[in-house]
């Protein structure tokens, strides 16, 4: 079987377009791949969408609903997948990770486009996800080696998330694109750095014991300045998108 890692899709800005490119959050890892024109276009393009989350997700209204809804149904679509494939793999393997990532991307964008306060909680549960993938990667092989364990921490860390953007709205929309945005940026300059923190994220959220012996990803000394970084990143954004959004509306309608 090769070793190329099959990647699930999520939308930016214009729906029909880019919502096939390949998501940050579980793309194959340079060192594996090996870097090439579609790879750096896809790690500059995670960057630049990253920057834009971190300081104007609350502007982006509809392009950040959207945004949120594809990547978060073809995240959840790429990690079912994983989880059940056989050993021997699916038919035409790389075919039905790509169909199924681009449907439940399209479906996810666009649900979350038109229901708003599902998007909203979606939105709070998907950067709970985001955030939980992210803490686990400080460690190489995980801080939670078990598999159980991890979706535990996962799943608790995600309802948190839905529960306070429910509740604090406003709040939720700006901490949450920040922290989305900055793991995007990490992630994409990960393309271009090859740290392991990809590969790292990667193994994380597979949650199948089974699966996770497939990967092979140490985090140095680069990879732990590089996540770091992505945390003073995600702040800087967050402090940003307060001041610069006093008194403005979420723009959904």
Same mark, same amino acid.
């Given at each position: 079987?090769?070793?190329?890692?099959?990647?699930?899709?999520?939308?930016?800005?214009?729906?029909?377009?880019?919502?096939?490119?390949?998501?940050?959050?579980?793309?194959?890892?340079?060192?594996?791949?090996?870097?090439?024109?579609?790879?750096? +276009?896809?790690?500059?393009? !995670?960057?630049?969408?990253? +920057?834009?989350?971190?300081?104007?997700?609350?502007?982006?209204?509809?392009?950040?609903?959207? +945004?949120?809804?594809? !990547?978060?149904?073809? $995240?959840?679509?790429?990690?079912?997948?994983?989880?059940?494939?056989?050993?021997?793999?699916?038919?035409?393997?790389?075919?039905? !990770?790509? &169909?199924?990532? +681009?449907?439940?991307?399209?479906?996810? &964008?666009?649900?979350?486009?038109?229901?708003?306060?599902?998007? =909203?909680?979606?939105? &709070?549960?998907?950067?709970?996800?985001?955030?939980?993938?992210?803490?686990?990667?400080?460690?190489?092989?995980?801080?939670?080696?078990?598999?159980?364990?991890?979706? =535990?921490?996962? =799943?608790?860390?995600?309802?948190?998330?839905?529960?306070?953007?429910?509740?604090?709205?406003? =709040?939720?929309?700006?901490?949450?694109?920040?922290?989305?945005?900055?793991?995007?940026?990490?992630?994409?300059?990960?393309?271009?750095?090859?740290?392991?923190?990809? &590969?790292?994220?990667?193994?994380?959220?597979?949650?199948?014991?089974?699966? $996770?012996?497939?990967?092979?990803?140490?985090?140095?000394?680069?990879?732990?300045?590089?996540?770091?970084?992505?945390?003073?990143?995600?702040?800087?954004?967050?402090?940003?998108?307060?001041?610069?959004?006093?008194?403005?509306?979420?723009?959904?309608?």
């Amino acid at each position: 079987m090769s070793s190329s890692q099959p990647q699930p899709f999520f939308a930016l800005l214009l729906a029909l377009i880019l919502a096939s490119l390949p998501s940050p959050a579980l793309a194959a890892p340079a060192e594996t791949l090996g870097l090439n024109i579609a790879s750096g +276009i896809a790690g500059a393009i !995670y960057i630049a969408a990253g +920057i834009a989350l971190v300081f104007f997700g609350f502007r982006l209204s509809r392009v950040l609903l959207f +945004i949120a809804g594809a !990547y978060l149904l073809s $995240t959840l679509a790429y990690i079912a997948l994983r989880n059940l494939e056989p050993a021997s793999g699916y038919p035409s393997r790389e075919w039905v !990770y790509l &169909g199924v990532a +681009i449907a439940a991307g399209l479906i996810g &964008g666009f649900l979350f486009v038109c229901l708003y306060k599902l998007a =909203i909680v979606g939105l &709070g549960a998907f950067a709970g996800f985001t955030l939980a993938s992210y803490i686990l990667t400080f460690q190489t092989g995980s801080l939670i080696s078990s598999g159980v364990g991890r979706a =535990i921490f996962i =799943i608790v860390v995600c309802i948190v998330g839905a529960v306070l953007a429910f509740f604090f709205e406003r =709040i939720a929309i700006i901490v949450a694109s920040s922290i989305i945005g900055a793991v995007s940026v990490v992630l994409g300059i990960d393309v271009f750095a090859a740290t392991g923190v990809t &590969g790292n994220l990667t193994q994380a959220v597979l949650l199948a014991e089974g699966k $996770t012996n497939r990967l092979d990803f140490s985090v140095g000394t680069t990879g732990y300045v590089l996540l770091a970084s992505g945390v003073l990143l995600a702040v800087v954004g967050i402090v940003v998108q307060f001041r610069t959004n006093r008194g403005r509306e979420f723009m959904h309608k």
